[in-house]
């Protein structure tokens, strides 16, 4: 399931592995949400991942060894961690419902610099702050050229759109929770709780979902397509993700999260039609273009000539 190499490439190709199967997990969701409710969809993707990783905690040495959670941490993994990762999902799904997939996989991709312009202390130097008024206008930019077009089209798809913005800035919510979290669990702890909470919080409302709209259709395509999500989406491709983050830096893992609105075009484009336009590749290269420059050590890398110094 996990790869031990240490081997840069070895790594590297287990991250693009894990790429691609989450563009195959974001179009999957896709057909899902028009065919099930998606508060119901998410619920029941992440108890059963959630449960999974469990598992795998509790009988394997897959994910690490196991950490036992006090009452106080498991209040915060509830009303912390696996709310926040819920009212995300939520946002997420509703945005898939109305709008493309790899638009939304494009949005969920500017959240790192929303994370850096969240990061109070990053315009203490003037450095910081260069690098930071430059990667938000570059996302900015790539917002607009990807938001513009909703607003004047008849599909009606600017919902999805503004949902998929919010999701993004929730995205960064629940990662910053992680963060607090990550003092007492790793990683893989910390999502296995977090998405079996998650998916707690999001079943009722789901099921609200279905008494409202009556049964969602239990066909054996939409059935594999779900456990694709669950399994695949939701396991193996955080099985990979989290262990090149035990053998590389966070900022060089991070920035394959560029590649995933890539893979999800393309998954798109050859199982659902969905045009490759020239607008969302130009967003995505603004976005892109962003987000290397948020992650990037720019100091370390080019001297301080470059950059600019008190």
């Not at 508060?39 to 469990?54: D, K, N, S, Y």
């Not at 202390?121 to 900015?140: D, H, S, V």
């Not at 607009?144 to 919902?159: C, D, I, N």
Request: hydrophobic residues 50%; charged residues 10%; positive net charge.
């Amino acid at each position: 399931m996990r790869p031990t190499q240490r081997n840069p490439w070895a790594i590297a190709a287990s991250l693009l592995l894990a790429v691609f199967l989450w563009g195959g997990n974001n179009t999957g969701i896709k057909v899902l949400v028009h065919s099930w409710p998606p508060l119901w969809v998410g619920g029941t993707r992440f108890i059963c991942a959630g449960l999974l990783m469990l598992a795998l905690l509790r009988w394997t040495r897959w994910l690490g060894p196991q950490s036992v959670c006090s009452e106080e941490l498991k209040r915060q993994l509830w009303w912390q961690g696996g709310l926040s990762l819920a009212v995300y999902i939520a946002f997420f799904n509703w945005a898939l419902h109305f709008t493309a997939a790899s638009h939304v996989a494009l949005y969920l991709g500017a959240s790192p610099v929303w994370a850096l312009l969240w990061e109070g202390r990053a315009g203490q130097e003037r450095g910081e702050l260069f690098k930071r008024t430059a990667a938000a206008l570059l996302a900015l930019l790539g917002v607009v050229t990807l938001f513009w077009p909703a607003l004047h089209s008849q599909s009606g798809t600017w919902p999805g759109e503004l949902l998929a913005l919010c999701g993004s800035v929730l995205w960064v919510v629940y990662g910053r929770q992680c963060r607090k979290l990550s003092h007492a669990l790793s990683g893989a702890e910390i999502s296995a709780h977090t998405m079996f909470r998650a998916g707690a919080l999001l079943l009722p409302l789901g099921l609200v979902e279905i008494g409202g709209s009556g049964l969602p259709a239990w066909d054996s395509r939409l059935l594999l397509i779900q456990l694709y999500c669950i399994a695949v989406g939701g396991v193996i491709a955080f099985c990979l993700w989290n262990n090149a983050l035990q053998h590389w830096k966070t900022s060089e893992v991070y920035l394959f999260n560029n590649l995933i609105p890539a893979s999800t075009m393309l998954w798109a484009h050859f199982c659902l039609g969905e045009p490759m336009t020239p607008t969302f590749w130009l967003a995505m290269a603004l976005i892109a273009g962003g987000v290397t420059i948020s992650q990037t050590h720019w100091r370390k890398l080019l001297g301080n000539f470059w950059l600019p110094t008190e």
